[in-house]
């Protein structure tokens, strides 16, 4: 099989380019590969996921069950084009806003996809805030998913006081850049006040429904506080979804025996600008590709830090 890994080259702008490496020995590769990525809504599993595509020949999976509806990208915080770097994504706006979709229907069509991405010689990447739907993929009651592949799990774990200022910085961004337009929309063209299936279940759709419903009767003033209500009730929703989150990522920790590896992203998103990229890529994205790098090829020696020196230890590991 031919492994491809994409290497950056850090010029005044980032370019990717493909290396090829040469044939595997079939002992490394016995069962079929799966990462999966998990954490709270807020720490940056979507950006680790690109990372690491963008290391090695890799495509996504979505499992935010949120994501997978089609429209209200602001407010479910859908990946953008630009972001995606030109990795395949799946599962990703695929649904009609009304569908009632399951864990069971996630299961099925996350291991078709999974099926679909190794077949044409690629690594899976499965990401995604919905550790339910996660759980039930991999704990299913016939174990096929985990007596087919070999799964490496990367937790991005962030403290709480952090967490929840990153959680109201980026509410305040997603209202920015259009989200009660957003929603407003939807609402106007749907007039449904039944938030408990498809995507009107997303944090965002019932609190600003309710300030759309009353603004009419209320002066400027009120308007604006009511409106101030409804994102800071948005907040924490969003803050009370990413307890539950870190719960069940405990919980499985402790119960399932999973093997996860956790980083601690916790002081990477304490800082701003380019310190915070430089931060990131040191104490997250590298650990992280050396950790995949180590369950895809089987490394026994301590790992390059460097995407470079990983290609070249790679490539002396196959010859030896």
Known sequence: MEISMLIYNQTSSVEITRHRIDRLSPPLWQREKVVIIMGATGTGKSRLSIDLATRFPAEVINS???????GLDIVTNKITEEEKCGVPHHLLGVLDPDTNFTATNFCDMASLTTESILSQGQLPIIVGGSNSYIEALVEDEDFRFRSKYDCCFLWIDVSMPVLHSLV??????????????EVRKFVEANKIADYTGGVRRAIGVPELDWYFRVEKFLDEENRVKLLQESIQEIKNNTCKLACRQLEKIHRIKNNKKWGMHRIDATQVLHKRGKEADEAWEEQVTTPSTAIVAQFLYNFTTAMPASVAALRDHVAHCLVA
Not at 64 to 70: C, P
């Open 168 to 181: 109201s910085d980026r509410v305040d961004r997603m209202v920015d850049n259009g989200m009660i337009g």
């Open 64 to 70: 935010d069950k949120m994501q997978m509806y089609e």
